[in-house]
């Protein structure tokens, strides 16, 4: 499938593969909001639920301030408090991924077998819902994609604008689309999704 970078938008939660059992397990994007005043920084930096990171815009060679909130670690956003005067909780609420800022899949992971951490994400290897057929590999965003994927994939008559993935079906290689393929395929996303 073409590169996630591509999408626009990746979704905000993402199934992957747990680091630590291989078994499904949720990650969610971190958020980033810009720090307008360097007099603002101390506040960020003693924040127990926000981290500070300065990055720098590869385009234009600027640096930038910015407090990051790892939702999959904390919880929504509405729980921030003691935010400095002109920052409030709900500018956390929208997400702005740091994949789309600085490059970077920052965000956390969490899994049933109680891992709860940061993570970086490598897009699309760590897909839980991923096969591969004749060297070529599918993936899914989440279960509610891949459902949409084993079903697009198993009908004769594919239809993209019946489904609500409808984007992300537009670009399965035509490998997995090939009559011959179509059972293996089929079979494969079957597992995944028992």
Same mark, same amino acid.
């Given at each position: 499938?073409?590169?996630?970078?591509?999408?626009?938008?990746?979704?905000?939660?993402?199934?992957?593969?747990?680091? =630590?059992? =291989?078994?499904?397990?949720?990650?969610?994007?971190?958020?980033?909001?810009?720090?307008?005043?360097?007099?603002?920084?101390?506040?960020?930096? =003693?924040?127990?639920?926000?981290?500070?990171?300065?990055?720098?815009?590869?385009?234009?060679?600027?640096?930038?301030?910015?407090?990051?909130?790892?939702?999959?670690?904390?919880?929504?956003?509405?729980?921030?408090?003691?935010?400095?005067?002109?920052?409030?909780?709900?500018?956390?609420?929208?997400?702005?991924?740091?994949?789309?800022?600085?490059?970077?899949?920052?965000?956390?992971?969490?899994?049933?077998?109680?891992?709860?951490?940061?993570?970086?994400?490598?897009?699309?290897?760590?897909?839980?819902?991923?096969?591969?057929?004749?060297?070529?590999?599918?993936?899914?965003?989440?279960?509610?994609?891949?459902?949409?994927?084993?079903?697009?994939?198993?009908?004769?008559?594919?239809?993209?604008?019946?489904?609500?993935?409808?984007?992300?079906?537009?670009?399965?290689?035509?490998?997995?689309?090939?009559?011959? =393929?179509?059972?293996?395929?089929?079979?494969?996303?079957?597992?995944?999704?028992?």
């Amino acid at each position: 499938m073409t590169h996630p970078a591509e999408w626009n938008p990746i979704p905000h939660r993402l199934d992957v593969r747990c680091p =630590a059992c =291989a078994r499904g397990a949720e990650f969610e994007f971190a958020e980033v909001v810009r720090i307008e005043r360097k007099a603002d920084i101390p506040a960020f930096e =003693a924040h127990s639920q926000l981290e500070y990171h300065r990055f720098t815009n590869p385009s234009l060679g600027q640096d930038w301030h910015g407090a990051v909130f790892f939702a999959g670690l904390h919880g929504s956003a509405q729980t921030l408090r003691d935010l400095p005067d002109g920052y409030y909780s709900t500018d956390w609420e929208h997400p702005r991924y740091l994949r789309a800022e600085v490059g970077l899949g920052w965000g956390s992971v969490r899994c049933s077998c109680g891992l709860r951490q940061k993570h970086t994400l490598n897009w699309p290897l760590e897909a839980y819902y991923q096969v591969e057929y004749r060297g070529h590999g599918l993936w899914a965003f989440h279960r509610e994609a891949a459902i949409d994927l084993r079903n697009y994939v198993a009908s004769e008559h594919r239809v993209r604008s019946n489904y609500r993935w409808e984007a992300m079906l537009r670009h399965v290689p035509s490998a997995f689309l090939a009559a011959k =393929a179509r059972d293996t395929v089929v079979k494969r996303l079957d597992r995944l999704l028992k």
